[in-house]
């Protein structure tokens, strides 16, 4: 992998959000002036980082949500699903059992998360064990991120080496299920001016379904280098291996998930399975150039080594007691390098404030992919129908040469210039331009052994240059509350998250746009408690949504979503802690015509309405209690409108026990009341079971 001299580049941070549970504004202020973190932009309680600038999270014209390390132990979350569930405007999907994939405002996607604010889009769980927090974005915002987020972003903001003190905690965990982890974090200050972080994780996966087993290990040693007062480095490297078996969940019988089969595996055990092997190298340089000018910059490699095969449900006939199944396997092979830099300034003009931001941002992607079809001896094909039986008896079964043999070298360079500008005590306005240009070179190995007698020689490349807007406009008719109104763009190009579907058709096109348009309004109640409340739409052209008649094929479409949601986090009481949120929306699409008329569909993996509500209470110093809600009505599982999920309400609890200030406990009971519920589909026949009734019980030592 190269990386090219025509850009060294850019925005390093991703507008990050610092917790919303806000704090005294004055003394967030000064903190914040104290402390620019690893991201490369100031963070305090009040603090915005995912913006790039010193910007209090109250005058920010967008939706945050952030779920801290400290949230993610209390509930005992494992994955990014499980983050998801407790965010307003974000639903899951099944991301086939082999990647996160996540529904936000209506844009379903397997490519817009970050680490760092540095891109991550392949396609696997993502671990959480090294996590500070992790900050769900929302609404769509090329102009910090580049290309995709068209409904927002997921960015995962990881620990680094501390210099000023050294610790050891452990934490163990194991369910009623037998899966279970073990996980180190220790950080070791050198001197002054070094410290050393290492975290690490074994997580043994297992759940109710039959046969579902896998395990996963990683590790992220980290290291800090405080140069002078003025300038400190970070790196840092990190190893994952994941190997779990695939498991796709259970099919449709009359437009509702299959009742009765919970547990039943539609697949064979024996061929069903993923496994990732990941290496991911950064370092982190921020620097001071004076005491209105802050520089950073970012430098990542990360080589990436990802397989699954797996059998999966296509239709269920309970008359002629039948299943049938399809089948593949798919290797992908990707390195990327990533560079950003960001300039921060602070300037006054006048009784006029600026904080200008520019950056440019540069990267390489190189991938290789290819498919294998199942083929059964019974049916020559690669489906096959065959009487029902639990467990499955499977018709003999290889695999077919290559049907999908491709790579892909994309490459894209972007600049931006931001300014937040301070009118006065009641006005500020933010405005900026991103240019992107991105280029795609595709070598469809099948199509160049084939010739191009068929006017496919194989050699596919598509070039997109886009200019991506960002405006808004805060009121603040007090210290404590803001209003605002922000309109954003964002684009993705025509070959989609992975970049390997180019086309003699698709190159041709335009790139999918993003069109955002929020009102919003932010109020600090009380030093330790937040309420904020927005309302949206978005809507996206020349869009892609998986074919309802062939799941592994897409189709062009146009969406609109609206909507509205409203976040409680912080402090009632002294004792009593709450974060809450609801989301209502609505999307669809927008001009399909049948029959001559128009006939928009409900999009898919949207509910209507996401309640959420997690509160924890100090009974004593040494017993804490808590209980959540997680409700969720009805929603489609694919375009076609065909299958629907019901409504389900899902209640958590969890009792904590401090030993000592060393050594803690806690419970936490998932599904108390034992619901039976199907919280998230892939398509019409690939639907995940919930967990019934489970209990996790964990320790953490800490010296």
């Not at 086309?503 to 919003?520: H, M, R, V």
């Amino acid at each position: 992998m190269k990386l090219s001299t025509k850009a060294i580049s850019a925005a390093v941070l991703l507008a990050l959000y610092g917790n919303v549970a806000l704090a005294d504004e004055t003394d967030s202020k000064e903190e914040s002036v104290e402390r620019i973190t690893v991201r490369g932009a100031f963070f305090g309680q009040q603090v915005a980082t995912a913006v790039k600038t010193p910007t209090l999270l109250i005058n920010v014209p967008q939706s945050v949500s952030v779920v801290s390390a400290e949230q993610i132990a209390q509930q005992a979350l494992f994955s990014i699903s499980d983050v998801m569930q407790y965010t307003p405007g974000v639903s899951i999907g099944l991301g086939e059992d082999h990647r996160d994939q996540v529904t936000i405002r209506g844009q379903n996607t397997t490519a817009d998360f970050f680490v760092d604010g540095l891109r991550d889009d392949v396609q696997y769980f993502r671990p959480l064990y090294n996590l500070e927090r992790v900050e769900i974005l929302r609404g769509a915002n090329a102009l910090l991120f580049g290309r995709g987020g068209g409904g927002g972003v997921v960015n995962r903001v990881t620990k680094v080496a501390d210099t000023q003190e050294n610790f050891t905690t452990l934490s163990a965990g194991i369910d009623t299920f037998s899966a279970g982890s073990i996980s180190v974090d220790t950080n070791k200050v050198i001197d002054e001016k070094n410290a050393f972080r290492f975290n690490g994780v074994f997580d043994a996966i297992d759940n109710h379904r039959d046969f579902k087993d896998g395990e996963r290990y990683a590790f992220n040693p980290t290291y800090t280098w405080h140069v002078s007062e003025d300038t400190r480095v970070v790196a840092s490297y990190e190893y994952v291996n994941d190997d779990r078996l695939v498991d796709r969940g259970v099919p449709s019988l009359n437009g509702a998930p299959l009742e009765g089969y919970d547990n039943t595996y539609f697949g064979d055990p024996d061929f069903n399975n993923t496994t990732l092997e990941a290496h991911i190298a950064r370092v982190r340089v921020d620097h001071s150039l004076s005491q209105n000018w802050n520089l950073n910059g970012s430098l990542q490699f990360a080589d990436y080594d990802k397989a699954y095969q797996n059998l999966y449900p296509v239709n269920f006939d309970d008359q002629a007691g039948t299943v049938t199944l399809d089948g593949y396997r798919d290797t992908t092979a990707r390195e990327n390098a990533l560079v950003q830099v960001n300039l921060i300034g602070q300037i006054t003009s006048g009784n006029i404030e600026h904080t200008v931001l520019t950056g440019v941002e540069y990267g390489n992607q190189e991938t290789a992919n290819d498919r294998r079809d199942a083929f059964f001896a019974d049916s020559q094909d690669d489906q096959v129908t065959f009487g029902f039986s639990d467990p499955l008896v499977i018709p003999e079964m290889t695999l077919t040469d290559a049907v999908r043999d491709r790579s892909s070298d994309v490459t894209f360079t972007s600049v931006f210039l931001q300014d937040e500008i301070k009118l006065s005590e009641h006005w500020i306005v933010v405005a900026g331009l991103r240019y992107d240009n991105f280029d795609i070179d595709v070598v469809d190995t099948i199509e160049v052994n084939n010739g191009a007698d068929d006017g496919n020689n194989g050699l596919l490349t598509s070039s997109d240059s886009q200019v991506s807007p960002r405006a808004g406009v805060i009121y603040k008719p007090a210290e404590s509350v803001s209003l605002y109104a922000s309109y954003s763009k964002s684009f993705l190009p025509r070959s989609g998250d992975q970049f390997l579907t180019l086309s003699l058709t698709s190159q041709a096109l335009d790139a999918e746009e993003f069109e955002n348009k929020e009102i919003g309004v932010k109020w600090n109640v009380s030093d330790s408690l937040s309420v904020t409340a927005a309302a949206f739409e978005v809507e996206r052209e020349n869009g892609t949504a998986q074919d309802p008649n062939n799941p592994e094929a897409s189709i062009l479409t146009g969406t609109e979503t609206s909507g509205y949601e409203i976040q409680v986090v912080g402090s009632l009481s002294e004792k009593w802690t709450i974060n809450a949120g609801y989301s209502n929306l609505d999307g669809q699409e927008m001009g399909r015509i049948s029959d001559g008329e128009l006939a928009n569909r409900d999009l898919a993996q949207l509910p209507e309405h996401m309640l959420t509500v997690w509160n924890q209470y100090q009974v004593n110093t040494q017993w804490r209690v808590a209980l959540g809600v997680i409700y969720q009505s009805e929603q489609y599982a694919s375009l076609s409108n065909s299958v629907t999920l019901p409504d389900f309400t899902r209640v958590d609890a969890a009792v904590y026990y401090n030993y000592s200030e060393d050594l803690k406990f806690q419970l936490n009971v998932e599904n108390l009341f034992d619901e039976d519920y199907f919280p998230s589909a892939h398509n019409d026949n690939n639907i995940s079971t919930g967990e019934p009734l489970n209990a996790r019980i964990s320790l953490q030592y800490s010296f």
